[in-house]
């Protein structure tokens, strides 16, 4: 299990399934590009990715497998 954030830029997940994602959209204000306030977690989600190419929200920039 991969336990760091992979950049989106580098690769995809290699199946379908949730994952927690970090986005350029501050998600703490229901998805809006208001500043976090140097909070990072407001630009964390939970996401599905597709199995193929993309995440069901957008402008995910990390990604990482849910912690146990």
């Not at 954030?5 to 690769?11: K, L, V």
């Not at 199995?51 to 990604?63: D, E, L, R």
Request: glycine share 8%; aromatic share 14%.
């Amino acid at each position: 299990m991969t336990e760091h954030w992979i950049p989106a830029s580098e690769r995809m997940p290699e199946k379908s399934g949730r994952y927690l994602v970090l986005s350029k959209m501050n998600w703490a204000y229901g998805g809006t590009w208001d500043g976090n306030d140097g909070d990072i977690r407001r630009n964390m989600a939970l996401a599905y990715f597709d199995g193929a190419v993309k995440f069901n929200i957008p402008y995910v920039t990390h990604w990482m497998e849910l912690p146990a």
